[in-house]
Structures are given as C-alpha cells and as structure tokens.
C-alpha cells in the first residue's frame, strides 16, 4: 500500500513551503488510495518552539490535511535509534573531532551546506582525546531517481565524507531517525522539499547497511524568498493563511482551487517543475 508522510520539525508554524510539502505529500497519498501519516521530528530541543508541535497539527486540521494513525514523536523513540546504532557497530566509530577542528580541516562543503568531513578519527582517536560523536563509514556512490527532480548520483566519500550518527549532545542525527522511522512506519513514499535532496543519498545507504527498504523519492521545489533565502523561521515566514491554499497548488504545477477536494481529483505529479527552488507566488 503507498503509505506517505509529513514530518516537519517544531521549530515555528507551518508556513508556505511546509505547507507546499505537506499538501503534495497528503495529495500524493490520497490520490494513490494509500495512507498519510504524520510524524514530529522533535530531536532537536534547543530549536523547538513550546506549542509548536499542536498549532502545526491544528493547521493541518484546518486546512482539511487529515493524517491516519496516531502522530508519531521522535523523542519518544530514541530506544529503537538505540538499537539501530547497535546494528551498525561495525560501520561506525567514535569522533573526537570540535567543529572547529571539522571546519579547518574539511574538504569543502557537501551539498546541503555541511562540512564535508576529513576522516580524521577513522582509523581510531588521536592520543589523549575523548569520542565525541558516533560516525558512520562511508564507501562510494550511491545512486537513484527522484520522480520530479529526475537521476541522481553522489559520491559519498568526496561529497559528504562519514556523517554523524550521535550528536556530541548525544542526541540521535537526523539521517538516522528518519531512516528508522520511515522503515518502521512501513512509509512506501517520501514527498519533501528539495532542500533535503542532498540527504537522499546517506539515507538509502543507511537503509542498505540496516537492510531495510527504500521508499520512492519525490522532492519538490524548496520555497524561497526575493533573496533567494529558504523560507524558515529565520527568514521570516509568514505563518501559512487559508489563501495560502490556491497558493501552493499553484507553486506545484496545479490548477489553483480553494477547494481541496477538487485539487485531488486534479492531481498529477507530473506537472510539478523540476527545480530546485522557487520563489512564492504571489
């Protein structure tokens, strides 16, 4: 069965671009007969906002973005990210590593703006120093399409180098929650901004080393601003209205309607621009 689903972070209210995620994740679904669930990705606590994991629900009430099942919290899941870690042992290792040791000796920048990491503690910690975080090894290239954005490739070793696993403030990393959870809720189909396009690649070779399937990938354009900025929080979102609707519809290549209903029996993913971002419309 297609099973989708939305996972924004409480870090503010929904605005444009996560309603546009949102919309085509649920349109997405529903369009296949399938499942939509909903997932707070709440690993982050400096971050979150109070109460912004129930008015991100209450907006999607709302605007009729109903989800099935119970909304999942990844901070009440951190025992089955344990045991995933201990899965991977013999991939991964500890690192010593400050960020400012990271960023004066990295080999540039990976595409979603990280340092791409040197492998400076691959081969066991340098005398005296104490892990920090848990890294996972890395080997060659990982390749698939997207279904908007179309083939993609990347080399995992010159492009991302071994990533985090455990934060230092031993929290779990996203690559890893996410791919946990995605193979946990039986997710067929992951819908997302394509500001998280860079992920993929370290995601599906999570997957493989875990031995768990790997979903359908579609990424929409990422909403950006005049400046050419991501919409966030930081960059002064709006908090999404009801005429962001039409909006949005729009931005994914739709006929703009304020009735939701029939925005899904006109969907068609095909008609989604394949590009990495866009601005709003107006």
């Known amino acids: 069965m297609h099973t989708g689903r939305f996972a924004p972070s ?9 309603l546009a995620a949102a919309l085509a994740s649920w349109l997405e679904a529903r369009a296949a007969g399938g499942r939509w669930l909903v997932r707070i990705e709440d690993l982050d606590p400096p971050r979150e906002q109070p109460g912004a994991a129930d008015e991100i629900l209450r907006t999607l009430e709302r605007l009729g973005l109903y989800w099935d099942g119970e909304v999942v919290f990844q901070s009440r899941r951190k025992a089955l990210y344990q045991e995933s870690l201990s899965d991977l042992r013999e991939f991964t290792y500890g690192c010593g590593c400050s960020r400012r040791e990271i960023a004066d000796s990295s080999l540039g920048l990976a595409a979603d703006g990280a340092q ?15 892990p920090r975080s848990l890294r996972v090894k890395v080997a060659g290239s990982i390749d698939f399409v997207d279904r908007v954005q179309g083939a993609q490739s990347q080399n995992l070793e010159t492009e991302v180098g071994d990533f985090v696993l455990r934060r230092a403030d031993g929290q779990f990393a996203y690559q ?15 819908v997302r901004g394509a500001d998280l396009l860079g992920s993929t690649a370290r995601q599906i070779f999570l997957q493989r080393l875990l031995g768990l399937p790997t979903p359908r990938y579609l990424h ?15 960059t ?47």
């Open 236 to 282: 002064g979102a709006l908090p999404v209205s009801e005429s962001d609707f039409p909006r949005a519809l729009r931005f994914l290549g739709q006929t703009p309607t304020t009735d939701l209903q029939e925005a899904l029996r006109n969907w068609n993913a095909l008609l989604i621009p394949a590009r990495r971002a866009m601005a709003a419309p107006r």
């Open 176 to 190: 890893l929650a996410v791919v946990v959870d995605d193979a946990a809720q039986g997710v067929s189909d992951v």
């Open 220 to 234: 929409i354009p990422a909403a950006v601003n005049t400046a050419g900025e991501k919409l966030s929080k930081q």
């Open 10 to 18: 409480p870090t503010g209210p929904l605005h444009f671009g996560s």
């Open 116 to 130: 791409i990491y040197p492998g400076t503690c691959r081969d066991g910690l340098p005398p005296s120093r104490q």
